[in-house]
C-alpha cells in the first residue's frame, strides 16, 4: 500500500490539473462554456433523456441543470419535447448544431493535446490514459462509500 506521502503528492498533482482543464477551456469557442460541452457530451453519449437524469449524469443539482439546459437550448445545441409518455415533462436530446459544436470542440482539444504533448511517446501516453481510466473507475467504485460533508 502507498504511503501517506505518496497520497499528499498525488492530491498536490490531481489540484494542478486544474490548470490543465483550464487551459483546454480556452480552446472552446467564445459561447461555449465548460458546463454546456459536458451538458452536450451526455446527450450524445446517452441519447435522449429526461431532465431529472441528466442531472443525475451531471451529479449536480436540478435547478443548475435547468440553466445549463437552458442557455444550450437557447443557442440551438439541444431540442426539448414534450415526453410521449408523459406530457408534464420533456425529453432532451442533442441538436444537429449541437453535435457540430461537439465536433469543433472534440477537434480544438484534439489539436491541444496533441500539441502540448508532442514529445510524449506512445507509450507515454497509453499509460497515462490506462492509469486516468483507471482512477477514475476507482473513485467510481468508491463514490457510494465517500463520507457525507
Do not use: N
Amino acid at each position: 500500500m502507498a504511503e501517506r506521502k505518496q497520497y499528499e503528492e498525488l492530491a498536490r498533482q490531481l489540484g494542478a490539473i486544474a490548470a490543465v482543464r483550464r487551459d483546454l477551456g480556452r480552446t472552446l469557442p467564445p459561447e461555449a462554456s465548460p458546463a454546456s460541452v459536458l451538458v452536450l457530451a451526455l446527450l450524445h453519449e446517452y441519447g435522449e433523456m429526461r431532465m431529472g437524469k441528466l442531472a443525475e449524469l451531471l451529479a449536480i443539482d436540478m435547478s443548475v441543470t435547468s440553466r445549463h439546459v437552458a442557455y444550450a437550448a437557447d443557442r440551438g445545441w439541444i431540442d426539448r419535447h414534450p415526453d410521449p409518455l408523459d406530457k408534464r415533462s420533456r425529453l432532451l436530446r442533442i441538436s444537429p448544431r449541437g453535435d457540430e459544436l461537439l465536433e469543433l470542440v472534440g477537434t480544438r482539444y484534439t489539436e491541444a493535446l496533441a500539441t502540448c504533448l508532442r514529445d510524449w511517446s506512445d507509450e507515454d501516453l497509453g499509460s497515462l490514459i490506462g492509469l486516468l481510466a483507471r482512477l477514475r473507475e476507482s473513485f467510481g467504485d468508491c463514490r457510494a462509500r465517500a463520507p457525507q460533508a
